[in-house]
């Protein structure tokens, strides 16, 4: 099973980093560690995360959820695409390519 990052999910986690950098290093140190263990868990278990019932193939997108944040990947020819990642206090609509 191979991981890809879309430029978007690539662009979320510098996002991410940067606006909790500001308020606390340690925690941003942290949710980076735990959002890179958690998306690398996907490489055993790629069915770990919930289909997106909403998604036109639910079961090739879900959504897998790691402390506060949602990662939202495509599962596709034993291939795991990162679409996005959000904090789950962020509006999910905003992201337009999350389905």
């Known amino acids: 099973m191979k991981q890809f990052y879309t430029p978007e999910a690539i662009d979320d986690l510098k996002r991410?980093?940067?606006f909790i950098e500001i308020k606390n290093r340690m925690a941003a140190k942290k949710a980076s560690i735990n959002l890179r263990e958690?998306?690398?868990k996907l490489i055993a278990f790629p069915n770990i995360g919930l289909t997106v019932?909403?998604?036109?193939?639910?079961?090739?997108?879900?959504?897998?959820?790691?402390?506060t944040?949602?990662?939202r990947y495509l599962l596709q020819?034993?291939?795991?695409f990162i679409?996005?990642?959000?904090h789950n206090k962020e509006n999910e609509k905003s992201k337009s390519t999350c389905i």
């Open 16 to 18: 991410l980093r940067e």
């Open 69 to 71: 944040y949602t990662v």
């Open 83 to 86: 679409l996005r990642i959000w």
């Open 77 to 80: 020819n034993n291939e795991v």
């Open 38 to 40: 958690g998306i690398s």
């Open 53 to 67: 019932n909403k998604a036109p193939y639910p079961e090739t997108i879900r959504d897998l959820y790691v402390s």
